[in-house]
Structure formats: structure tokens, C-alpha cells
């Protein structure tokens, strides 16, 4: 007897958003990355269409990380310091479909670094690299909207992501975006119906669908990963049954969440060896958000999004 | 039997009744109890009512019908219905006066409990009494010569009881007053006491019907003998400053030497206090009041009484009594006649009390035919579902906001309160309706309910409710590094102070709203229900009648259901304590009913914390769920 496998319609599917603009768009990327469109939950490609496979990046810093453990510092050599360096080397040797440039250092409590420097830092990334890029914030409300707005002016054009928006803090992000043609991430603390409010506010703003991709602050394995989990598969399910207003990709951040579990790094022989722990716990994470149907995930260490990149292509 | 049709003017109540029926009963079951002081017998002329139009038959004219062309006086009790009627209820034949502002809706089915000879017995009454003196052939003691007078004029078989100081005024009274005497009695449930002994024609014994709110206190003046309230008042529970919610004041108590003492005698004065104003509006005396009946929630009754409610605030958040004992008001403190009867409305659980149990019986929710839904948006909200088969109930924590607590612009409705504000941003320019066209001095619960709305239509805030920084007028600005809008510049206020909403109210008005919002949501989802089964809805608590339901359903705060099945029901609790006050009848159906009511604890809902966030935005999150609006 034959066994028929269960099919399930979906009656909607995930929005299809574009980052980076090559010369024909007005922008100087050399290529460019899509995000979305499934019309299945992740990997079932029998029950619908999926054109997009998940998206890699690689997160650069523009202030030189202090204290990384040595398995995760030593593939980068000498360019930890140097943003450009280190964009491009995450491009050309490890293979990322596009960079995400963190601007810790404009935090108040960091270096405090000032617009036009972060703005300066953007323009050397942007030069050192043809794959589209995420300019991300460091996370102080007051700050990023005196940053966010001149460093998106310096890469007017280049269709770039903009991250955060946050439901309290995401008209300054918002008007930039439009303003300079890039695209916006709305951040949710974990909750289904923030994540909700917040792209409702940034289309009532005048963002379009297509300009917005989802981000939930999640975490990493063992520390109550399965809720994350769930938020984000209910997500794509609220996309698949027409949800619009939840039909955005999703970013998932990796890097940073998997190495602040204190497995990544901690001397424990009996956890077996401290140069493979980090890079799969890493890994593990980002397969779990891949299964749970996040779009884009973001690593800190090329090791681990090698591991996802054969992972993707087996389960695809 | 003919069907007829009458609507009762100046409130337009329509009821529909069959040909025969009294004008004074058809009243009733519009849910606007007349006065009748004689009860039915068309002796004492109180229940006068005009007849604008319609045809009536007199019982006292040997039951002629006649058609009425121009207006004309009757008496509701000797005038049937024998076709439609426009009947005009004059202000000084009503029971309850509508004085909105503190009171609220009576259910026909609450109204039907004063219906003579449905009463049973009020709270407490003073009854006339003439007893044969003792002779030789005669020689029963004076006491049960008076418990038999009392027996035979109106108590039957029930027990009487009375204390020792009573007692001791018997002999000399009865002989002083030669046998002919009014008695004083109060009704304890299982006993009516007799609390005093006095000259007959004495003068009214008073009733007060008190709802003890976690943050405004309303009370009300009432006739027990006729039913009719002399007089309304309201004020701020002064246990505010202890704290603004019940959980935040039974810490206070736990953690201050005699706390638990201080809180009653906070809520005491301004019992007592309401009772002064009282008493001065009327020209009473304390010595009139012989009965209070209390609605409040089980940690205010508790705190009230001087009981320990620690056990309320840690699950499983224990009431230490759901329907206290009778007590004498002397033991409280309260100004009253120091023996009057103090009763309360059952609590159903520690977050659920006599308020709603009073909402409960004065909407007429426990005889409904169909799905009925009561939202009391309090400090506390409390949600109750049922019908006449079934009711469930749950609560959440709202906190003060639209009660004007926390809002600096906030205050209970009294006259100077805006109920209506619209905002024209092309004019840059507010316009209000004020309580009693009063100079403006603050927002009252509709004031605000409608402000958030106009601010959200003019885009001066965001539907997370943000105020949005660079809105083009200068009313938008920053104090002390948060963003606030100025609602009416100094020279317009009655305070000659800018009228400002600031963004943590606005926060606070958006998790109250969402918090009512989030309740009714899950324990519809925990029943299995959809909001569009709802037949009826009444709005108890914070608002007043005026309140524009499709302004409540466009900020979230109500569920989308057309306009005509909701009924915004004011201060139900009041009400209930009204009715108890009057009727034994309410008194154990109230009780029986707080016993049938289920009880749904939230804080075990998973669903309910995200029902909360999902509903703080304006209307909702998920505008499927405003059909209406979209």
C-alpha cells in the first residue's frame, strides 16, 4: 500500500524583501540577497514553494572585541581591529552572503563614538565589500536616532538595513529609512504580539511590507531556547494563514547569544573540547531558528556558519 | 390577553406589557420603581404620573375605560394599561432619582425586589406597634407581650431577638408611652434584633446604601420605609494614600505597626464624612440611620471590618469571608445609630466582591435568557459571563486610571469634569462638555476615553498610544524629559493650569483598557465562546451613561459589538447595595447567586499575558478583531 503524505495549504506565504542596490538601482552593491517567500514551513519544500534559501551573514563590530575567547578570535588574524578588514575577509574568505556592521562603540557607556565617526565606518565597510549590508545600532534609544539618521545618509541609496525599531523608539529609524532608501528591522522582546505592533507602526508610517524584516530578541541553546523557538514557528504560521502584518522575514542573531553561554567557552574538560564547543553551540542554535523559520541568521564565527551552510544544502 | 406597548418619558424606556396591567407594575418592569408609599392602595398619592397619551382604564372610577387626548395625572396604582401609553414619570415619583454620577442601571428583574410584597423585609424598619395593657386575666410579660404585638403587626413566626440594654428600656417605655409604641428592628438573616423602643410617629427610619470603593466611595441616603433616596454623595476613599490598588495597601498594613488600623480608620472617615454630608443635605439625624448595606470588594469589606486579608494577595488568593455576619455599626465607628445593621454584598473570591455580586443582581444578569456579559472596570476589572443557567466571572488588575487615579489631569465625575473632548489639529484647537457646563478641571472616566480616541484620529499619538514627538503644534512638548500634550491651555481650566496629558498616562489608560480587554478575551476563549454570542453588555463601574460606546469599541476598550447591545450600567455596585438594603429577597438572592457564580483565576491562564500585550494598541493589535472599525 502506498502511504500518501499529508499535505498542508498554506493560504498565504512570507513577503520577498531585497537587500542592497547594485548600479542598475542606484546603489554600487555587486550583488544582491533575498529574503522570504516561502510558502511552506522551513525545509518542507513538498508542501509549497521556498525560492529563497536561508540567508548567512557574518557580524563585524567597529570597536576591536575585547575578551573573545581565543577559538573565536583566532580565524580573523589581525582584522578585529579594522571594520573593512574584517567585512571583507568574512566576504572573501568565509564565504558570507552579507556583513552586519554593529556600532557598539556609539554607545554612551562604550566609547561613546560620535555620528560622523560611525558614519565614517559605515563608508569604509561599504567600500570593502559588494554584498549588501545591515547597519545596526548599539542598542541606546537616544543614541542610535542621533546615529542611525547620518550613517543611513552616507549610504543613501545602497538599500541597506536598518536596525532597530523598536515600538517606543522607531520613527527616527523609520523616516530614514525612507528617506535614504534603505530597509528597517523591528525588534520585539520575545513577544508575538510586540513583534506585531511594532510593523504595524512602521507601515502606518509609510514602510512598506517589503521594507521590513522581523528580529525577536531570542537567546541562545539552554537558556530557554524552546520558547524562542515557538514565537518564531508561530510567526511563519501566522504568515502562512495570512497574518500580513507578521508576514516579514526574520533575522535570528547567533554570534553574540551563543557566546555568552558560558559552554561556548568555559574551561570544563569534561564538556569535551573548548575549540569545537563554541562553534557548535553556535551552529546548533542557528539550525534551531532555521527550523523554527527565521530567513537570515547571523554569526560571529565562520566555523559555525560553514556547519549551517552544509546543513541548509542537506536539508534542502 | 391584548399586548400593549408603553414608553415612559423622560427616559424613553419602552416596555411591553399586556392590557391590565398597572402602570405602577409596568414601571417596575421598565426598571423605574415609583414611589408608593402606601404600597398599591391608592391611599397615599405618591405615585403620581402624567399619561401624555393612550388609553387607560381607572380602577377607582369603577374601572371605565378612557381615551386621554391632553395630559393628565394619575395614580400608577389605580391605573391599568388598556392600549399603547406615553407615560411621563415626573423627578419626585421616582425611587431613585437618576443622579448618574453616582449611581447606576437597575435591571427590571433588580426592580421587581421592591415590588410590594416582594420585598420581604428591608435591612432595618421601624414599625408601629399597639399592644393591650396587662390585667389580671392578661399577665404576660412585657417583652413577650411585645414580640407577640410585633408577631401579629408583621413578623409572624419569625425569631426576634433583642439586647440587654433594649431590654431594659421595655418595662418603663411601654408603661410611659401607654403600650402604643414604634419599634425599631433590624434584619440579622437568621433573627430580626429590636434595637430601640420609642414614641410612635417617630421620626423616618433611614437606610444607607454605600459602595466602598478601592479609590471613590459613593453613598447614598434612602427612606427605608418608601424606598426613596433623599440624597447622593461621593469621595475619595482616603486609603488611596496607602496605596493606590488593594494588593499595594494589605502590604502597607502587613509592614506598619497598627497599618491594618490605620487603613480602617481611613475608610471610616470617609464613610463618615460622606455620612455628614449627608445627613446636612437632608436635615437628618445620625440617630435616623439604622441600617447600611455595603458593596466593595472583599479586600475593602475586610479592611473595612478590621480582618486581617494577608491571605488575598498570596495564592490562592483567599477572601477571609465571602458574606460577612450582620454587624452593629457602633463596633465600626461608623456615625450612624450605634445598633443599626451593617451588611455586605458576598464576595464570590478574594478578587471578586460584592461589587459585582451587587452588578450581578442589579443588571438582572442571573435572570437573563441569554448570553449576557458584565465588564465593571474598577481599579480592580471584573468580567462576569452567564445567563440565568450559568455564570463565570474572573478579575484583573486595571489599576486607577480611568477612575482619575494616577492621571494628574484625572478626576471622578463631579461637575468641571470634561466627558466629551474633541481635538481639531487643522484649528489647533480643543473643544469640551463639562459636568454641569462647569469651567473645566480635569478628565473624568468618558473625558478620557473620548481623549484618547480624538488624539488618535488627530495623529497626536501613535495606535501604541506614543504621543508622536514632532506633531506640528506647540501643546506638544517635554517636562522633566517626558513627552506631554497640553489638552487645554491655563486660560480655559478652571485650575489656571494647563490641562496636560503626559505619556505614562497614557501608558497607564492603555494597560487599563488592555488589561478589561485581555479578561473579557480569555475567559470567552476559556469558555469556548465568541464575543459576537454576547447578547447583551453592560459597562459598569468608572463611566458614566453618556459615554459614547463606539468611542469605547474604537480605543479597545470595549469588544465590537453594535452599539444596541450595550448598556452602560454606572455604578452598578451601589445599586445592589440599594436593593439589599430594601429586600431580604435581594439579600438571599444575592447570596445564593454569589455561591453560583465560578470563579476563573487569570493568573493560571497562559493566554492571558499575551491577550494583554496583544490589546495595547489602539484598538487592538489584531484588527480582525474590530470588524467594525476597519
Redesign the interface.
Known sequence: MELELPIEQWSDSVSTVVLGATSEDGGTRTSTVTLGGAATLPFLDFEGEAPNPPVLAMEVLDTEPDGWPEPLAAPFGDVLGDPAAWAAKCVEEFDADLICLKLIGADPLRRDASPDECAETVRKVLDAIGVPLIIWGCGDYDKDNEVIPVCSQVAAGERCLLGTAREDNYRTIAASALADGHLVIGESPLDISIQKQVNILLTEQGVPEDRIVMYQVTGAVGYGVEYAYSILERTRLAALTGDTMLGMPMVSIVGSEAWKAKEAWMEEPAWGSLERRGILWEAATAELFLLAGTDMVIFWHPEALKHTRWLVKDLS | MKQVRVVFEPDGVVVEGQAGELLLDLALTAGLPLLSECGGQGTCGSCRVQVQSGRVRFLNRSGLEEQITTPQEVLACQTAAAGDLVVHVPPETRLCPPDERITGYMGPEAAAFLRPGRTGFPLGERIQVQLSPPSFDDPTPDWERLLEGLRQARYGRRNITANLDVLREIPPQLRALDFSVSATLVDEGCHHRLIALGQPEQEEALGLAVDIGTSNVKAELVQLRTGRVLAGASQLNAQVRYGEDVISRIIWAQEHEGGADELQDAVTSTVNSLIEELLQETGASQHQIIAVSCAGNATMISLRLGIPADAIRRAPHIAPLGLPPVISAGLLGLQVHPQAAVSCLPAINGYVGGDITGGILATGLFEADSLTLLIDVGTNGEIVIGSKDWMVCCSCSAGPAFEGVGIECGLPARPGAIESLAYDPDQDRTTVRTIGDEPPVGLCGNGLVETLASLLDAGVI???G?L???FPSPRMREANGEPQFVLLWKEDTATAKDLVLRQGEIDNLLRAKAAVFAAVSTLLEELGLDIAQIDRLYLAGAFGSHLDVRTAVEIGLLPDLPAERVTVAGNTALVGAYITLLSSEAREQVSRLARATTYVDLSTSSHFM?EF??A??LPH??LERFPSIV
Do not use: G, H, I, S
Open positions: 501613535d495606535r501604541a506614543n508622536v514627538p514632532d499575551e500585550v496583544a495595547q494598541m493589535t489584531d
